[in-house]
Nanobody, 121 residues
Framework: QVQLVESGGGLVSAGGSLRLSCAAS????????MAWYRQAPGKLRELVAT???????NYADSVKGRFTISRDNAKNTVYLQMNSLKPEDTAVYYC???????????????WGQGTQVTVSS
Protein backbone atom coordinates (compact mmCIF):
# COMPACT_ATOMS: atom_id res chain seq x y z
CA GLN A 1 0.00 0.00 0.00
CA VAL A 2 1.21 3.45 -0.96
CA GLN A 3 -0.02 6.79 0.29
CA LEU A 4 0.37 10.13 -1.44
CA VAL A 5 0.02 13.26 0.66
CA GLU A 6 -0.39 16.58 -1.13
CA SER A 7 0.20 20.04 0.26
CA GLY A 8 0.77 23.60 -0.89
CA GLY A 9 -2.59 24.59 -2.31
CA GLY A 10 -4.35 27.80 -1.41
CA LEU A 11 -5.62 31.17 -2.57
CA VAL A 12 -3.40 33.43 -4.64
CA SER A 13 -3.85 36.54 -6.77
CA ALA A 14 -3.39 36.48 -10.53
CA GLY A 15 0.28 36.67 -11.40
CA GLY A 16 1.32 35.03 -8.16
CA SER A 17 3.14 31.78 -7.52
CA LEU A 18 2.49 28.58 -5.63
CA ARG A 19 4.38 25.33 -5.12
CA LEU A 20 2.58 22.03 -4.66
CA SER A 21 4.19 19.01 -3.03
CA CYS A 22 3.29 15.32 -3.20
CA ALA A 23 5.09 12.93 -0.85
CA ALA A 24 4.92 9.17 -1.33
CA SER A 25 5.21 6.67 1.51
CA UNK A 26 4.55 2.98 2.06
CA UNK A 27 5.77 -0.25 0.53
CA UNK A 28 7.18 -0.08 -2.98
CA UNK A 29 10.22 -1.16 -4.92
CA UNK A 30 10.57 1.97 -6.98
CA UNK A 31 8.77 5.09 -8.10
CA UNK A 32 8.49 5.42 -11.84
CA UNK A 33 6.50 8.13 -13.59
CA MET A 34 4.98 10.99 -11.62
CA ALA A 35 2.39 13.46 -12.83
CA TRP A 36 0.07 16.29 -11.88
CA TYR A 37 -3.56 16.52 -12.97
CA ARG A 38 -6.20 19.13 -12.31
CA GLN A 39 -9.98 19.23 -12.40
CA ALA A 40 -12.24 22.26 -12.39
CA PRO A 41 -15.95 22.03 -11.47
CA GLY A 42 -18.00 20.47 -14.25
CA LYS A 43 -14.95 19.62 -16.31
CA LEU A 44 -12.91 16.51 -16.99
CA ARG A 45 -9.69 15.87 -15.17
CA GLU A 46 -6.80 16.97 -17.36
CA LEU A 47 -3.12 16.14 -17.40
CA VAL A 48 -0.95 19.11 -16.47
CA ALA A 49 2.60 17.80 -16.29
CA THR A 50 4.57 14.54 -16.23
CA UNK A 51 8.00 13.57 -14.96
CA UNK A 52 9.15 10.22 -16.34
CA UNK A 53 12.30 8.16 -15.73
CA UNK A 54 15.28 9.80 -17.32
CA UNK A 55 14.09 13.27 -16.31
CA UNK A 56 11.74 13.49 -19.27
CA UNK A 57 9.15 16.17 -18.61
CA ASN A 58 6.06 17.17 -20.56
CA TYR A 59 3.50 19.93 -20.05
CA ALA A 60 0.05 20.82 -21.23
CA ASP A 61 0.11 23.69 -23.70
CA SER A 62 -1.88 25.85 -21.31
CA VAL A 63 0.88 25.79 -18.66
CA LYS A 64 4.07 25.66 -20.72
CA GLY A 65 6.54 28.29 -19.64
CA ARG A 66 4.73 28.86 -16.34
CA PHE A 67 4.72 25.51 -14.52
CA THR A 68 7.67 23.27 -13.68
CA ILE A 69 7.50 19.69 -12.44
CA SER A 70 10.43 18.25 -10.50
CA ARG A 71 11.21 15.50 -8.04
CA ASP A 72 13.41 14.85 -5.04
CA ASN A 73 14.24 11.15 -5.09
CA ALA A 74 15.71 11.17 -1.58
CA LYS A 75 12.40 12.44 -0.21
CA ASN A 76 10.14 10.47 -2.59
CA THR A 77 8.47 13.75 -3.40
CA VAL A 78 7.31 15.44 -6.58
CA TYR A 79 6.74 19.17 -6.87
CA LEU A 80 4.80 21.47 -9.13
CA GLN A 81 6.07 25.03 -9.20
CA MET A 82 3.38 27.31 -10.59
CA ASN A 83 4.27 30.83 -11.66
CA SER A 84 2.31 33.60 -13.36
CA LEU A 85 -0.92 32.03 -12.21
CA LYS A 86 -4.14 32.86 -14.02
CA PRO A 87 -7.78 32.57 -12.91
CA GLU A 88 -8.23 29.71 -15.39
CA ASP A 89 -5.68 27.72 -13.38
CA THR A 90 -8.24 27.44 -10.59
CA ALA A 91 -8.90 23.75 -9.96
CA VAL A 92 -8.29 20.86 -7.63
CA TYR A 93 -4.82 19.53 -8.34
CA TYR A 94 -4.03 15.83 -7.98
CA CYS A 95 -0.72 14.03 -7.84
CA UNK A 96 -0.49 10.70 -9.66
CA UNK A 97 2.40 8.28 -9.12
CA UNK A 98 3.26 4.97 -10.75
CA UNK A 99 5.14 2.56 -8.50
CA UNK A 100 6.60 -0.93 -8.82
CA UNK A 101 5.59 -3.21 -5.94
CA UNK A 102 8.42 -5.10 -4.23
CA UNK A 103 7.50 -8.80 -4.66
CA UNK A 104 6.30 -9.43 -8.20
CA UNK A 105 7.42 -6.14 -9.71
CA UNK A 106 3.90 -5.25 -10.78
CA UNK A 107 3.10 -1.65 -11.54
CA UNK A 108 0.32 0.34 -9.89
CA UNK A 109 -0.82 3.93 -9.89
CA UNK A 110 -1.93 5.96 -6.88
CA TRP A 111 -3.67 9.29 -6.49
CA GLY A 112 -3.15 12.03 -3.97
CA GLN A 113 -6.14 13.41 -2.08
CA GLY A 114 -6.22 16.62 -4.10
CA THR A 115 -5.42 20.17 -3.11
CA GLN A 116 -7.46 23.24 -4.04
CA VAL A 117 -5.78 26.05 -5.96
CA THR A 118 -7.80 29.23 -6.36
CA VAL A 119 -6.51 32.17 -8.39
CA SER A 120 -8.39 35.43 -7.97
CA SER A 121 -8.53 38.15 -10.60
Amino acid sequence: QVQLVESGGGLVSAGGSLRLSCAASGSFFSINAMAWYRQAPGKLRELVATDQPGSNTNYADSVKGRFTISRDNAKNTVYLQMNSLKPEDTAVYYCNVEITEPIFRRKFTYWGQGTQVTVSS
